[in-house]
């Protein structure tokens, strides 16, 4: 059987904990930031947890940790 390459694309864009918990960036930090306040800005440089539907897929696109 021929080995599975690992996503790319995946990888830049999540990170896999030690218990495999996958985190993303939260949307909406480019621009348009001023208006917010204190709160709203420290809440979207926290990292997020995926669903857990799409972390069983990120997970399976990444091979070498299966």
């Known amino acids: ?3 599975l ?3 790319k694309s995946v990888i ?7 218990r495999k918990k996958v985190l993303r960036r939260t949307t ?4 348009y930031n001023s208006k917010e306040n204190g ?3 420290r ?3 926290k990292d997020r ?6 972390e069983k897929n990120v997970l399976q696109a990444l091979p070498y940790l299966n």
């Open 1 to 3: 059987m021929p080995k």
């Open 5 to 7: 390459k690992t996503r």
């Open 12 to 18: 830049k864009k999540v990170q896999v904990t030690k």
């Open 28 to 31: 909406g930090q480019n621009h």
């Open 39 to 41: 709160k709203e800005g």
């Open 43 to 45: 809440l979207k440089k």
């Open 49 to 54: 947890r995926l669903f857990k539907a799409d």
